[in-house]
């Protein structure tokens, strides 16, 4: 299917790896030129290099820590032209209310929560001339609640509410914003977590898949599944749904 994106253009935090990495190489299927934003360079040109090997597409880099706004500030003073904004990058600890002190939980919602709302709010007059997409990539956290991932419930959560609340914004400026709450994907930052979780339990940190076991269908989901979703949403082929959020889990139990 064509998702009618040819020559538009999109930028993509979290870029460098994970589902930011494959978002960036299906919109570059589809015709999108791109930005792609991280903290590490190296691995964004790595990323760069094989899509316009592969697509064709142009493709700029900027590193950036988008956890202070200083770092969002240059990111949205670079972007230039923009009709797609994909909100990626975050990474927020595991642990309960015990074990996440204020200092870890002002980090990650630094990143996350605070990067996603404020490169929203700097880059929405750029992206509002051109009927502008904003999709958040958030997590089922902010759905299923769970006791020990505390600090990720709570901001997904509140992302998940500023989805929705941006929406009924964005509709009245001809724009979209949507969001996808993935479960568990498979990813190298999953891989470690689940080898460090193998480990404690088993004492071998090889039967990590194990846990992958009760999951629907037996495992998670690839990240090229969660990019596709974001191109869909993305795209005109999408053209209704806004305000609203996609969960990606395999269905009960997920």
């Keep these: 299917m064509d998702l009618q994106l040819r020559g538009r253009k999109a930028l993509v935090t979290g870029a460098s ?3 930011g990495r494959e978002t960036a190489a299906v919109l570059a299927e589809e015709g999108c030129g791109l930005l792609l934003v991280s903290r590490n360079a190296g691995r964004l040109e790595e990323v760069a290099e094989a899509i316009r090997a592969d697509h064709g597409v142009p493709v700029d880099i900027l590193a950036a820590d988008l956890s202070v706004e200083a770092g969002r500030q240059r ?8 009709d797609v904004l994909v909100n990626n990058a975050g990474a927020i600890p595991l642990g309960n209310l015990q ?16 990067g996603y709302t404020s490169l929203s709010r700097s880059l929405y007059p750029v992206l509002k001339p051109r009927g502008g997409v904003i999709v958040n990539v958030i997590g089922a956290a902010g759905e299923g609640f769970p006791p020990d991932y505390i ?38 930052r999953r891989e470690n977590r689940s080898r460090a979780q193998a480990e404690r339990q088993f004492g071998d940190a090889g039967r990590w898949r194990e846990f992958d076991a009760a999951l629907p269908y037996g495992r998670a989901a690839s990240a090229r599944e969660i990019a596709s979703a974001v191109a869909f949403l993305a795209s005109p082929r999408s053209a209704y749904t806004n305000g609203t959020i996609l969960t990606i889990n395999g269905g009960p139990g997920g």
């Design 17 to 19: 790896q994970g589902i």
């Design 75 to 82: 990111v949205a003073g670079q972007a230039g032209e923009l």
């Design 99 to 114: 074990e996440i002190d204020n200092g870890t939980c002002q980090r990650a919602w630094d990143l996350k929560v605070f």
């Design 151 to 188: 600090a990720g419930a709570a901001g997904n959560a509140s992302l998940m509410a500023f989805t929705r609340a941006l929406g009924k914004q964005a509709a009245r400026d001809g724009m979209r914003v949507v969001g996808i709450n993935p479960g568990p994907v498979s990813t190298p």
